[in-house]
C-alpha cells in the first residue's frame, strides 16, 4: 500500500518478508473490527511493530481515508505529541489551533485508522490523546502498540507472546526456526534449512525464547559466524547480537538497547525488583518473589503491586493458574542479571533463591506421603527449572556443598516419582563428588543415587553406592540411613533377579522402619517391593498378602504413587493365579493412579502387563497387545534400560511378543509396534485405559 517513498505517516513498505503470526493477524482484525482502540503489548523485540503494520496494511482497504502510522518511539516530551501525529496525518497548511485542537478538528469526519506506534514512552499522554480524539471523531480506529497498556477508556489488549520454537501439528518447523531461516538467508545468500542444520537451529531459536528481534539479529551474524558459533558464544547475547542494517530504528540497533528502552519505563523500585527478579530461573509465585526480593529497598507489601506494574510493562508475563505466577523471558532476565551483578546483592539473592527452594523441596518430600501427592507432583514440576539454578548455585559456590547434597536427595520423590532418573543421578553424582564427608546429607544422596541407577540397570554404580551408604550407617549409628540403605538393596536385588535375597533384604528393610516408628512411602513401596518378590519366588499366597497389606495402608492415607505399585503386584499375583480379568482392572488401576502424577515407571510395567493380558485373553486381540508394546518400549527407552535388565521384569514383554508374533503376520507385527512408539505418554494411557 506504500512506496518506498511514502509520505508523511504512511505506511511503510516491509522490507522483509512477514513470516508467521496467521492467529495473531486474524484475532488483531477482529478486535480492531468490534473496538475502536487496540493496544498490542508485549516486551521489546517481540515483533509488536511488525504485527501492527502488517494488520493495519491488511485493514486499510476498509477505511476510505486510509492508515496512518505516527511514530512515537523517540519522543520524550509529551508537548510534542499532538504534533507528531498531525504531522502523521500529511500537510494540511498552517492552523492556529493548538496541536490536540487541530488533529479533533481534522480527524471529525475522518474514517481512518490511526497506528500510534512506541506509546510506552509516553503512555499517559497518549491515553489523554487517544480518548480526546475517539470522543471528537466517530469514524476513528486507533491501532497502538506498547510495552504496556494506555489504560485508556474502552482500551482491548492483545498481548503478544514470543514466535512458538516448537512445530505446530503437521509442521516440520516452529514459526521461530521460518523466522531465522528467512532472515538467514538474506544475510548469507545460499543458507538454507536441511537436515544437517534443521536440529541446531531449533535449538538457537529455543535459546533466544522465539524473541523475533533476537532472532533477527542472530541470523544477521551468520556472515561471520556460523549457526555452531552461534550456538557456542550465546552466553553473552548481548555482546553479541550487535548490529542491524543502516534503516534499522535506533532503539533496535542491539538487543540491549531494545531491551533497555523497557529498563527505562520503570520506576527505581521496579528496576531493582527486575534486577532481584533475574535470579528466578523460570516461572515463580507471590511468595518466593516476596521471600526472595524483599527488604534492603524493597518493602515486603510493595512487592505485589510492583510484580503487576512489571507485567504491565511487558517486563514480565503473568501465567494461568492459581496461585498466579509470573515468568520473565530469558532474553529481559540476562539484562536485569546484568545490573544484579554490578552491586553487591548478587550472591545474597542467590543465597536467598536457594533457600526458598530447598523448602519447596522440603516441603514436597514431606506432602508426598498423602492425598496431596499430584499437587506436589505439579508444584515441583512447575519449580523444576528454579530447583535446577538452585542446585547449580551450591555446587559451584565455595561452602554451600552440603546444601547441594541436601536439595538433592530431598528431592527423591521427584527424581523417582515423575521418572527423571537420569537427571536426578547427574545432580546427586556431582554432589557426592564435591562433599565426601560421611554427613546425613551424603547418606541420603547415596541411596538415593543408588536406588535410582538400579532402576537404570546400572548395577555397576548402584552396588558401591547403596554399599557405601550402608558402612556409613553402621559408622555413624545413622538408624533411618541404615532402614534405607538395605530397602534399596534389596530393589536391586529384586531388579538382579535375586528374589529370594531381595525378600530377605526387603523384610529386614520393614522391619528397621518398624523400630523407627515410620510408616511413609518408603515403608508401602518395600511392601510392594516384598510382594514382588514372593511373587517371583512363586508364593502366590505371601505375594498377595503383602500387596494386599500396602494397599490398605495407602487407601487409608491418600496415597497414590505407592498404591500404583501395589496394584501392579496385585495384577501380577491375578494372573499368576489364573484370573486375567481381574488382573486387567488392576493394572488398568495401577496406570488411572500412576499418570496423573506423569510417573513413565509405574504406567510402563503396568502397560506390558497389559500387553500380555491382551495377548493372552480368551478372545485375544495380538494387534492391540502388540501396539502396547510398542508404547511401553518407548517409555523404557525414554528412562533407561528396558525392564531394569532383568529377567524377571522382562518376562511378560517376551511371552507377549512370542504370543503376538505367532498371530500376527510379519507386516502387522511390525506395524502395531511403530504404532505404539509413536505414542506419547497420553495417547499410550488412552490406548491402555481403552478410551
Known sequence: ???????????????????????????????????????????????????????????????????????????????LLGRTVLAALGPAGPTARAPLEALA????????????????????????????????????????????????????????????????????????????????????????????????????????????????????????????????????????????????????????????????????????????????????????????????GLDLDDILALLDSLADKSVLERRDGEPARFRMLDTLRDYGGHWLRTGEDHRRLLRRHRDWYLSVA??????????????????????????????????????????????????????????????GRHWLDRALARAPE????????????????????????????????HRQALDTGDRRALAHAVHRRGCAALLGDDPARAAELLDEALRHYTALGELDTHVLTAMAGLALAHLSLGDGPNGTAWAERAREHCEQHGEQWAHGYCLYALARARRQSGRPRA???????????????????????????????????????????RVLQGAAHRLWTDLGTPFFGSRTFGRPHRACARRTRAALTGQQYEEAFRLGTGLDLDAAVRRALGA
Not at 385 to 404: I, T, V
Open 1 to 79: 500500500m506504500a512506496a518506498a517513498s511514502r509520505g508523511p505517516g504512511r505506511l511503510p513498505a516491509e522490507a522483509t518478508a512477514f513470516v508467521g503470526r496467521a492467529a495473531e493477524l486474524d484475532a488483531l482484525a477482529a478486535l480492531l473490527g468490534r473496538s475502536r482502540l487496540v493496544t498490542v503489548t508485549g516486551p521489546g523485540g517481540v515483533g509488536k511493530s511488525r504485527l501492527a503494520l502488517r494488520a493495519a496494511a491488511r485493514l486499510a482497504p476498509g477505511f476510505p481515508d486510509g492508515a496512518h502510522l505516527a511514530e512515537l518511539g523517540r519522543l520524550r516530551d509529551g508537548l
Open 105 to 296: 478538528h481534522r480527524l471529525a469526519d475522518r474514517r481512518l485508522l490511526l497506528v500510534l506506534d512506541g506509546c510506552e514512552q509516553l503512555a499517559g499522554a497518549c491515553a489523554e490523546l487517544v480518548d480526546t480524539l475517539l470522543r471528537a471523531a466517530p469514524g476513528l480506529r486507533v491501532l497502538a502498540t506498547s510495552r504496556q497498556s494506555l489504560r485508556a477508556a474502552g482500551e482491548h489488549l492483545l498481548p503478544l507472546a514470543p514466535l512458538p520454537v516448537e512445530p505446530a501439528p503437521g509442521r516440520a518447523d516452529s514459526e521461530a526456526v521460518l523466522l531465522f531461516a528467512d532472515r538467514a538467508a538474506a544475510a548469507r545468500p545460499g543458507f538454507r534449512l536441511a537436515a544437517a542444520n534443521r536440529a541446531e537451529v531449533a535449538l538457537l531459536c529455543r535459546r533466544l525464547d522465539g524473541l523475533p528481534l533476537a532472532l533477527e539479529l542472530a541470523a544477521g551474524r551468520l556472515p561471520a559466524l556460523s549457526v555452531e558459533q552461534l550456538l557456542a558464544r550465546l552466553d553473552d547475547r548481548f555482546r553479541l547480537l550487535t548490529g542491524g542494517g543502516r534503516t534499522t530504528p535506533a532503539r533496535h540497533r542491539t538487543l540491549r538497547t531494545a531491551i533497555g528502552w523497557s529498563h527505562e519505563l520503570c520506576t527505581a523500585q521496579e528496576r531493582l525488583l527486575w534486577a532481584r527478579l533475574s535470579v528466578f530461573a523460570g516461572d515463580f509465585d507471590l511468595d518466593a518473589a516476596e521471600y526472595v526480593c524483599a527488604g534492603d
Open 362 to 423: 522440603t516441603w514436597g518430600e514431606v506432602e508426598w506421603f498423602g492425598p496431596q501427592q499430584a499437587e506436589t507432583a505439579e508444584r515441583t514440576r512447575l519449580a523444576h527449572p528454579n530447583l535446577r539454578a538452585a542446585l547449580e548455585f551450591s555446587l559451584a559456590e565455595p561452602g554451600e556443598e552440603q546444601s547441594a547434597l541436601a536439595l538433592a536427595g530431598t528431592l527423591w520423590y521427584f527424581w523417582l516419582g515423575t521418572g527423571r532418573l537420569g537427571e
Open 438 to 469: 560421611p554427613t546425613e546429607a551424603r547418606a541420603k544422596a547415596l541411596w538415593v543415587t543408588g536406588h535410582l541407577a538400579a532402576l537404570q540397570g546400572d548395577e555397576d554404580r548402584a552396588r558401591p553406592a547403596l554399599a557405601e551408604c
Open 583 to 625: 488382573a486387567r482392572d488392576f493394572a488398568r488401576e495401577s496406570i488411572r493412579l500412576a499418570h496423573p502424577l506423569r510417573d513413565p515407571l509405574g504406567t510402563v510395567l503396568a502397560l506390558d502387563l497389559l500387553a500380555l493380558l491382551a495377548a493372552e485373553d480368551p478372545t485375544p486381540d495380538p494387534y492391540q497387545a
